[in-house]
């Protein structure tokens, strides 16, 4: 990068949802999404413990960023 990178951090909820969104000032993600070792990491330990009702998705453009939808009071084991 030519310029200093920047990570912003949003932690709010949604209608029932807890959302986290990370942006960042990076590249673009691919268009194909291609899941390295810590999205792949981060999307098994969503499913374990929220039993496939958390998601984790990505979006370019001048907001790029990441997001993680979690539901509430799941009885998480």
Same mark, same amino acid.
């Given at each position: 990068m030519s310029? &200093? %990178? @920047?990570i912003k951090l949003e932690v709010c909820e949604n209608g029932l949802l807890l959302e986290i969104r990370i942006f960042? &000032? %990076?590249s673009s993600f691919p268009e194909e999404p *291609?899941? %390295?070792y810590g999205l792949q990491s981060i999307q098994e330990k969503l499913d374990l413990i929220y039993k496939g009702e958390a998601s984790l998705t990505w979006q370019n453009g001048d907001n @790029?960023? *990441?997001l993680i939808s979690i539901p509430p009071n799941l009885n998480v084991n």
């Open positions: 310029e &200093n %990178g @920047k960042d &000032n %990076g *291609v899941s %390295g @790029k960023h *990441v």
